[in-house]
Nanobody, 124 residues
Framework: QVQLEESGGGLVQAGASLRLSCAAS????????MGWFRQAPAKDREFVAA????????NYVDSVKGRFTISRDDALNTVFLQMNSLKPEDTAVYYC?????????????????WGQGTQVTVSS
């Protein structure tokens, strides 16, 4: 059974940093591209960042470029999202997801497995 478990969310003030983690089990982690998505209240789920199975390619939504960094540790079966200079508009539930085919990393429909999400709240 595949499980993705996010952690590291919380309530912070604007300008602070958080590091999200997503621990994967039940799959060959190194064979999957990994992505982070977020969903704010009353909004659609939004792509945030993705990293290729090799770790050599990353992709970000424009609104987080220069502030967020995605990385992975295949030895730990874990993907990370380092979030710096957080803004109130970053407030959302953050989800990690796993994609076996790696064709369109920004499309949520491409991802086979999803975690339950972790809440990030940024106060002004």
């Amino acid at each position: 059974q595949v499980q993705l478990e996010e952690s590291g969310g919380g309530l912070v003030q604007a300008g602070a940093s958080l590091r999200l983690s997503c621990a994967a089990s039940g799959l060959t982690f190194s064979a999957y591209d990994m992505g982070w998505f977020r969903q704010a209240p009353a909004k659609d789920r939004e792509f945030v960042a993705a990293i290729a199975r090799s770790g050599g390619y990353t992709n970000y939504v424009d609104s987080v470029k220069g502030r967020f960094t995605i990385s992975r540790d295949d030895a730990l079966n874990t993907v990370f999202l380092q979030m710096n200079s957080l803004k109130p508009e970053d407030t959302a539930v953050y989800y990690c997801a796993a994609d076996r085919l790696g064709r369109q990393p920004a499309r949520s429909g491409e991802y086979e497995y999803w975690g339950q999400g972790t809440q990030v709240t940024v106060s002004s």
